[in-house]
């Protein structure tokens, strides 16, 4: 138990650690029209072996520094302390994170300006997206969803579609967003805003199908409680809200 439970944070340290790398990089379509010469794309070199030094004379060379022997069979080395911070977030994310189906995410935020984009309509690389809501990764579907106004019809479409195919890859997304707000309304959680998009496209455009009810169920099971148990709580009140809404007699 104490491995798994080191092991779940660490993979839930080890992944925020990697978003936070690549923040602020803007993670555009890699067939969209370029603007400009692509960005040179840095590499991380290897760091350089020292140069021998000559010994003076007389000096004798020092022995190799001693390794520590290795622990004894069947004892386990010490994991480093957990901070309380971390135990919550493996508690929170890890199992979604566990069954990601293959997330080709870059940035997990919702600003405009970290993906180089803007909402005017001569914007090439949002209108970009508009036109291929299904092939850009879900980082940019998701910040053209927030702040694409009355072009995002097919984005919500689009992000329904890929919670049914992938639920745990947009859970974790979604709770990976954090406590990020829009700027509109009354400045929801961002998150739960994707959440009000997904539920009423299959409100308004199926009818509120069994293949979304079958998903959130199996969700359900998998996510008794936590953050991601609030995101299914906000995808089943504003389906049903919206199913009331559109269909009711």
Same mark, same amino acid.
């Given at each position: 138990?104490?491995?798994?439970?080191?092991?779940?944070?660490?993979?839930?340290?080890?992944?925020?650690?990697?978003?936070?790398?690549?923040?602020?990089?803007?993670? =555009?379509?890699? !067939? &969209?029209?370029? /603007? @400009?010469?692509?960005?040179?794309?840095?590499?991380?070199?290897?760091? $350089?072996?020292?140069?021998?030094?000559?010994?003076?004379?007389?000096?004798?060379?020092?022995?190799?520094?001693?390794?520590?022997?290795?622990?004894?069979?069947?004892?386990?080395?010490?994991?480093?302390?957990?901070?309380?911070?971390?135990?919550?977030?493996?508690?929170?994310?890890?199992?979604?994170?566990?069954?990601?189906?293959?997330?080709?995410?870059?940035?997990?935020?919702?600003?405009?300006?970290?993906?180089?984009?803007?909402?005017?309509?001569?914007?090439?690389?949002?209108?970009?997206?508009?036109?291929?809501?299904?092939?850009?990764?879900?980082?940019?579907?998701?910040?053209?969803? =927030?702040?694409? !106004? &009355?072009?995002? /019809? @097919?984005?919500?479409?689009?992000?329904?579609?890929?919670?049914?195919? $992938?639920?745990?890859?947009?859970?974790?997304?979604?709770?990976?967003?954090?406590?990020?707000?829009?700027?509109?309304?009354?400045?929801?959680?961002?998150?739960?805003?994707?959440?009000?998009?997904?539920?009423?496209?299959?409100?308004?455009?199926?009818?509120?199908?069994?293949?979304?009810?079958?998903?959130?169920?199996?969700?359900?099971?998998?996510?008794?409680?936590?953050?991601?148990?609030?995101?299914?709580?906000?995808?089943?009140?504003?389906?049903?809200?919206?199913?009331?809404?559109?269909?009711?007699?």
């Amino acid at each position: 138990m104490k491995k798994s439970v080191t092991g779940v944070i660490a993979l839930a340290s080890a992944l925020c650690l990697l978003f936070a790398a690549c923040g602020g990089q803007g993670a =555009l379509p890699s !067939d &969209a029209p370029p /603007e @400009g010469p692509p960005a040179r794309i840095t590499e991380t070199v290897p760091p $350089a072996k020292p140069a021998p030094m000559e010994k003076a004379p007389g000096e004798e060379e020092a022995p190799p520094p001693e390794e520590e022997p290795p622990a004894p069979a069947g004892e386990e080395i010490p994991a480093a302390p957990a901070r309380p911070e971390d135990e919550a977030l493996a508690e929170d994310i890890v199992p979604a994170l566990e069954a990601l189906e293959q997330p080709d995410w870059q940035i997990v935020s919702i600003d405009l300006e970290a993906f180089g984009l803007t909402t005017r309509s001569d914007d090439e690389r949002f209108m970009y997206i508009w036109e291929h809501t299904a092939t850009v990764p879900l980082d940019q579907l998701i910040v053209f969803d =927030l702040w694409g !106004d &009355a072009l995002t /019809e @097919g984005s919500s479409e689009e992000l329904r579609s890929r919670f049914l195919e $992938a639920p745990d890859t947009v859970l974790a997304y979604l709770v990976l967003m954090g406590d990020q707000r829009v700027d509109y309304w009354d400045q929801p959680l961002a998150a739960d805003k994707i959440c009000n998009s997904i539920a009423i496209a299959d409100a308004a455009w199926h009818g509120g199908s069994e293949e979304f009810a079958a998903t959130l169920a199996s969700c359900r099971e998998r996510y008794p409680s936590g953050r991601i148990s609030e995101l299914l709580d906000v995808l089943e009140e504003e389906r049903a809200a919206s199913m009331e809404r559109n269909h009711a007699e």
